[in-house]
T-cell receptor, first 112, second 115 residues
Framework: EDKVVQSPLSLVVHEGDTVTLNCSYE??????LLWYKQEKKAPTFLFML????IEKKSGRLSSILDKKELFSILNITATQTGDSAVYLCAVEAPSGTYKYIFGTGTRLKVLA | DTGVSQNPRHKITKRGQNVTFRCDPI?????LYWYRQTLGQGPEFLTY????????KSRLLSDRFSAERPKGSFSTLEIQRTEQGDSAMYLC?????????????FGQGTRLTVV
């Protein structure tokens, strides 16, 4: 059965710290891996990764995919209280039809 | 606002009642997904439409759940004879089926509480 596992489940850091969130997956027919940030309601899109070893960056956030070892990491440098959220990893693994398989998320809390 | 819109935002219902949620996707997005999310969990896939065709339905979806997308635009999710275990956030997402890779955009969700 396809699955996506995120770690840690939760994390508490202080402003200015750097955090690394992990996402590993076991799916058939991998197509892409996506990171979303969920604060109160809708998950908002952060990154899509399709190729190994190519880092995607957006400000203080960056992410990279390893298709050989089947994992991805999301890094956040110089964390701010506004980074507090649940970070969701999703894998697009079409098997006849398209759907995303989500991990349980990592709950990040950044203290002032 | 050109994002994914869901209505209502909150719904409280008594056990045994029927409820219907609506999702208006981003215009011209032909893929539409319904997910269910409970506290502390990631979204769980429920069903998927390509235009008006429902192409996949999760085993999680009992016979009490039905979804439609009659004209390939908005979609409705109906739950009949609601149970307390149906209490969750129901998320809708839409995506454009283009060549290459695209991401799904989520609506704000409908939070259902069954009492």
């Amino acid at each position: 059965e396809d699955k996506v596992v995120q770690s840690p489940l939760s994390l508490v850091v202080h402003e200015g710290d750097t955090v690394t969130l992990n996402c590993s997956y076991e799916v058939t027919n991998f197509r892409s891996l996506l990171w979303y940030k969920q604060e109160k309601k809708a998950p908002t899109f952060l990154f899509m990764l399709t190729s190994s070893g190519i880092e995607k960056k957006s400000g203080r956030l960056s992410s990279i995919l390893d298709k050989k070892e089947l994992f991805s990491i999301l890094n956040i440098t110089a964390t701010q209280t506004g980074d507090s959220a649940v970070y969701l990893c999703a894998v697009e693994a079409p098997s006849g039809t398209y759907k995303y398989i989500f991990g349980t998320g990592t709950r990040l809390k950044v203290l002032a | 606002d050109t994002g994914v819109s869901q209505n209502p935002r909150h719904k409280i219902t008594k056990r045994g009642q029927n409820v219907t949620f609506r999702c208006d996707p981003i215009s011209e997005h032909n893929r539409l997904y319904w997910y269910r999310q409970t506290l502390g969990q990631g979204p769980e896939f429920l069903t998927y439409f390509q235009n008006e065709a429902q192409l996949e339905k999760s085993r999680l979806l009992s016979d009490r759940f039905s979804a439609e997308r009659p004209k390939g635009s908005f979609s409705t999710l109906e739950i009949q004879r609601t149970e307390q275990g149906d209490s969750a956030m129901y998320l809708c997402a839409s995506e454009a089926a283009l060549r290459g890779y695209t991401e799904a955009f989520f609506g704000q969700g409908t939070r259902l509480t069954v009492v």
